[in-house]
């Protein structure tokens, strides 16, 4: 039905891989960073300027959508690529992990999930069968099965339990499926536990989806905690098959996690910290908000090809975020969008070229300096190793 | 200094009159809608949206941008045009009037204002001196005499005492400037008192400026009494040279002040509304927030050409909306102007081929329309006659 994953490239050093995932809506290069469009809009952005950072593949919210306006409008309206004019490919969540962070407002059973909406407190009823109807409705190429998040931390007994639900529930959702033009990820989950992953990974790979996520990471756990969930994980799946880590997606993340062999990314971070007046650079996040920024005539990135580096200072920037003005945040998110997927392009070249550990290095090394010293000497070598210009670090 | 004001075409029924206000940062065709920029920044479009939909002037606000970020921080970066990215023409204003509407924060003497800033509670003054030095610093290509506004109603005593001062500050104005690149409005004053306006129109005549601006309109009077005024007052200004009606620009407004002889307007009520949901259309105002839009794949304009109305469904900007997405406001703002701008784009075609009073009469029939009766047939008569499509009343 217009699916299929290509692998191109393998790094010889790390589980790194570059490929194309072809989608009924058009083919997407991974690995691939997705911006997230919760209520059907990325944030602040058209869908020309999304097409002009380059974005291939968008997430959208069930939980969202499903609350409002609700799946029935936007498959009246012929659905969310018709809705929201994105002709590209969409990937829609389960609406598992809203739900499963409400907290004291949900309810589970083996079933399923009552929960009250954020909105107007109406209840609502989630489902295997419900997720993956509302899903049809929406009609993304890419959905994603009904899984149990626990909370970070829990305990391994809760953990097996949750893990229990997550694998029936995902045979549910392959019988409750009715589209085939709908690619349907199977999550791995498992919290923090390396035999739980192994077991969920063995179990999902046994029911054959088309692709795997794996969620419940990044939830509050170290980070070298996720990097170890993902080195267990990730040699038991598929390689022929694209895999995606949930939520997951600061530019540092998108190193660490293509080297554990991740293709697909989504996380809001990007997004949402731009609308706060934080714009990332290759020496980490400027606060354009800092008072050095007052009258400084540069843009935020020497080197950006992005709109708002090409035109705007990072004085004017400062006094768009400070003065409460929407352009800012728009031009915070643009930015911060190219960035990141200008940077996972150069990923997927430096995979290509059998260069990926060099980058991973040299970006690592120079992201988030403090020390002015040798640190700042180093960072200058990369950069100018890098070919490009130096840019003041972090606030 | 690059300033000319060339007529082109004058109506034989009405005052209306087409032309080019040439600057120093390009030609003006005029009559003209100036889109708002308060704070050097048209809220929630890039100066590339502003381009597309056809924006000529804009206008800053000089109160706004010499409390934050400073005049002295935009001089450094350039002036506004460098700031702001606006290769176009633009105004400022003097920073009178929203001085003058803080009520108990504000003290007038005879020499200038002094004031509170509504973002911190620091004290400033403004002199007619301090305004046109900061129009200076700011840099903007037409620059506007600090005027005195009396609140509406006021007195014909108090309008007189503050038409003394207007036009003490109108000299004190232009013996201040400076820079030669600018081109200063005087500003006719008098309230609603036709002897007053006419006293005023014939003194700054005599001061011989090079454009005049008419203020203390649309201030809460009836608009009859705003006609009134300028029925008194434009033909006592010179033909040769512009004329602006500040602060006044709702669709209807524009024909009124055209046929008139005004050439300039300027309005945050187009971007303002928009911010609120509302949409223009030929029929009135459009409240997308209404229920009935719930499901409505149409635009909001079937003939509009602008971004907005060529990809997305009333259903969707409706979503956006509640959903207090920017993206809603966004699009809001850009359907608006494209609105303001293409009808004034249509106007001067109207005048050009005598044909502004049927144009005038035309889309006053029709906006607004309540009685969905004879009124209706009326409508859809007159928008037959345009050659455009049916499209839904207003809210």
Redesign the interface.
């Known amino acids: 039905m217009g699916f299929r994953f290509e692998l191109e490239e393998k790094c010889r050093h790390t589980w790194a891989r570059v490929g194309v995932l072809h989608t009924p809506h058009g083919a997407v290069p991974t690995p691939v960073f997705c911006p997230v469009g919760t209520?059907?809009?990325v944030?602040?952005?058209?869908?020309?300027d999304l097409e002009e950072v380059g974005a291939s593949l968008l997430v959208a919210n069930t939980y969202h959508l499903h609350l409002?306006?609700g799946a029935d409008?936007v498959a009246?309206?012929?659905g969310l690529h018709s809705?929201?004019?994105w002709g590209g490919p969409i990937l829609t969540d389960s609406g598992g992990f809203q739900v499963f962070s409400m907290g004291h407002l949900r309810d589970i059973d083996d079933d399923g999930v009552t929960f009250r909406s954020h909105i107007d407190g109406s209840e609502h009823r989630l489902t295997p069968e419900k997720s993956i109807a509302v899903q049809g409705q929406l009609g993304a190429d890419i959905i994603v099965a009904l899984d149990v998040c626990p909370p970070y931390p829990s305990d391994h007994d809760h953990n097996v339990e949750a893990l229990e639900r997550t694998h029936r529930w995902a045979r549910r959702c392959l019988r409750a499926q009715t589209r085939a033009d709908q690619m349907m990820l199977g999550v791995v989950q498992g919290g923090t536990f390396a035999d739980l992953r192994a077991e969920s990974a063995q179990y999902l790979v046994s029911l054959d989806f088309p692709g795997y996520a794996i969620g419940g990471l990044s939830v509050g756990e170290p980070k070298t905690l996720m990097h170890d969930m993902l080195d267990v994980t990730i040699p038991l799946l598929p390689e022929e098959k694209p895999r995606h880590l949930l939520g997951v997606g600061s530019p540092e993340d998108l190193f660490e996690g293509v080297a554990r062999g991740i293709d697909i990314f989504d996380c809001a971070l990007p997004t949402r910290v731009a609308r706060n007046g934080t714009f990332f650079t290759r020496d980490g996040r400027l606060n354009i908000r800092n008072a050095r920024h007052?009258?400084d005539?540069a843009p935020v990135m020497e080197e950006c090809s992005c709109?708002c580096c090409r035109?705007?200072?990072r004085?004017?920037l400062?006094?768009?975020v400070?003065?409460k003005?929407?352009?800012g945040?728009?031009?915070a998110t643009l930015h911060n969008l190219h960035f990141m997927l200008s940077l996972m392009s150069e990923i997927r070249d430096a995979v290509k070229e059998g260069r990926f550990p060099d980058l991973k290095a040299e970006f690592l090394g120079g992201y988030r300096v403090a020390d002015y010293g040798a640190g700042n000497r180093d960072r200058r070598a990369w950069m100018s190793r890098l070919g490009v210009s130096e840019v003041a670090p972090d606030d």
Request: net charge positive.
């Open positions: 209520q059907a809009t944030k602040t952005l058209t869908p020309r409002r306006p409008i009246e309206l012929g809705f929201m004019r007052r009258d005539p709109y035109n705007f200072s004085a004017y400062r006094h768009l400070i003065g003005e929407i352009l945040l728009h031009l």
